[in-house]
């Protein structure tokens, strides 16, 4: 759920179509990315490449934080580059420094699939001593995400409120999940964007990339990118290596583990992040009145699952699904653990199910979030054979018997792909080339979206790479949030390329603090970060579950 829109969020998914195939002999086959020397490169850097035209953006809230907008037409299907064409919308935040000091332009992608990128320009603040302003910062909508066209939409009112529950207690609930996730996907089928629908792969989103790196006359591009993100690094570090210049890999994409594997860690990673969590919550009593054991609140929580299947809260809105939809934010990020705890505590003491309500809707709710599932769900699909019905039913009830908290609401979350109705590739393959830079690898070594072995594995399939890692931590995609002892390496390794050096074995080069969570009542850092990281979680979540 690496993109599940809600306040939930993470597995990955993958293909659907080729689901008669053998199981285990799909998710085993891999193919080798496509070099910048293929026919298909060839043709396009024999084609037109297009001009992004800068203009003032229409939303005040990116004229407000600095930003130009711009559109570019790339093609549809890069195997005939003249021929039909989409649009991608972009924005730039220029850079402040002095022409001497300019290092580029900064591509920025927050995860998904399915994240709308164009807000990122405020990152050029965030980056210690001066350094984002050094960068011009390229914020995107991939192609069918946001204010690209066509842009991606299947069925706008797909996420409602009280759903049946997610844990199926027999047959019928798994047969209506079946019957909803299978018309989902039927409905992308005739989406008036259909047209995308073959072309939504990693590999076409890299493309797009490069497509920008030409349209905007540089030889080499940065790349900052953030779970599922870091798979289009990894991807495009592959195939375009001497066009990279500085990347930054947040919250690390297993890519052997690409779909339907990484979806069923995450169930394992996320069950263990809420049991920190609800120790959290547990010394904190005082604030949340929820008690001070942990195991009691935890069984308290399944109690309330079972409470609103039968008698939902906020208005007959708040079911089951809902709860768990909201409360997987807890799981992701440390960032909102003090209005998740006091959320909660209002539907528990008081019987107020409002906030958690809100919660749920503001991350699930609207045709904004249901463009970025229908990508989540477009890319992961076709990105990789997915399994069928037999095998998913059997491994979520084998995953379900030790990790209760995410393993049903994600398995319907990536459903869909099941029955998806375009044809699935295979796994790209990547791994360093000649002109690979050296580049920065970050992950807390709890994080449940993007788990800590897939960072592990990049470093090892990457010898340039270097790996920081933030121990204990639960965040996903940590950086840039005021933690010194890696906010400072990812600066210096921007400003100069310089990195750490490399240690021997599997493990982290580097072994920094994690991100904690503020006091209840505190004014940390933390809790002061700017209103726009919401958003930016928010399109991090749509990226990952």
Request: hydrophobic letters at 35%; charged letters at 20%; a positive charge.
């Amino acid at each position: 759920m690496f993109g599940r829109f809600i306040a939930v969020a993470a597995g990955l998914a993958t293909a659907a179509t080729l689901a008669a195939a053998p199981q285990v002999q799909a998710q085993a086959q891999t193919q080798a990315v496509p070099t910048a020397a293929s026919v298909t490169s060839a043709r396009l850097t024999r084609a037109t490449v297009s001009r992004i035209h800068w203009h003032r953006c229409a939303a005040a809230l990116l004229r407000n934080n600095g930003m130009r907008c711009g559109h570019l037409k790339v093609p549809l299907d890069y195997r005939h580059p003249h021929g039909r064409k989409i649009t991608l919308a972009l924005t730039i935040r220029k850079h402040t420094s002095s022409k001497k000091k300019y290092l580029g332009p900064m591509l920025v992608n927050p995860g998904g699939p399915g994240g709308s990128g164009r807000v990122y320009g405020v990152m050029q603040d965030w980056v210690p001593d001066g350094v984002g302003g050094r960068f011009d910062w390229i914020g995107f909508d991939p192609r069918g995400v946001g204010a690209s066209k066509p842009a991606l939409h299947c069925d706008t009112s797909y996420f409602g409120y009280d759903r049946p529950d997610y844990v199926p207690a027999g047959k019928a609930a798994v047969k209506h999940w079946k019957k909803v996730t299978t018309k989902y996907a039927k409905a992308c089928k005739h989406s008036k964007a259909k047209r995308l629908l073959p072309y939504l792969t990693t590999r076409d989103s890299v493309r797009d990339m490069n497509s920008i790196r030409k349209a905007l006359g540089v030889k080499k591009i940065s790349f900052y990118g953030f779970s599922y993100g870091t798979y289009l690094a990894q991807v495009y570090l592959t195939m375009f290596p001497k066009h990279a210049k500085r990347f930054v890999l947040d919250g690390v994409v297993n890519p052997k583990r690409v779909w339907y594997g990484a979806n069923l860690d995450q169930d394992k990673a996320f069950d263990s992040n809420m049991d920190v969590y609800w120790k959290w919550v547990a010394a904190h009593d005082s604030s949340f009145h929820l008690g001070t054991s942990w195991t009691a609140i935890k069984s308290g929580y399944y109690a309330e699952l079972k409470k609103l299947a039968a008698h939902p809260a906020a208005g007959g809105k708040l079911g089951p699904d809902e709860l768990a939809d909201a409360m997987l934010d807890a799981g992701y990020y440390v960032y909102g653990w003090t209005d998740d705890a006091n959320a909660y505590a209002a539907l528990i003491n008081d019987g107020n199910g409002q906030p958690l309500l809100n919660s749920y809707t503001g991350g699930n709710v609207g045709a904004e979030a249901e463009n970025g599932y229908a990508i989540y769900d477009g890319v992961q699909c076709i990105d990789e054979p997915w399994p069928g019905w037999v095998k998913t039913l059997r491994d979520s009830r084998r995953v379900y018997k030790t990790s209760p908290f995410e393993t049903w609401g994600n398995t319907w979350y990536n459903a869909p792909c099941i029955n998806w109705p375009a044809k699935s590739h295979y796994r790209a393959r990547v791994h360093q080339r000649a002109g690979t830079p050296k580049f920065l690898l970050l992950s807390e070594t709890k994080d449940a979206a993007t788990p800590y072995s897939g960072a592990l594995e990049v470093r090892s399939l990457f010898p340039r790479a270097r790996l920081i890692a933030g121990i204990g931590g639960t965040t996903h995609a940590a950086s840039l949030s005021g933690v010194g002892c890696t906010d400072n390496r990812v600066a210096r390794y921007l400003a100069t390329g310089k990195v750490p050096p490399r240690k021997f074995g599997r493990h982290a080069d580097v072994r920094c603090p994690h991100l904690k969570p503020s006091e209840p009542g505190s004014s940390s850092r933390v809790k002061a970060l700017p209103p726009l990281r919401t958003t930016l979680m928010q399109a991090q979540h749509w990226s990952l579950r």
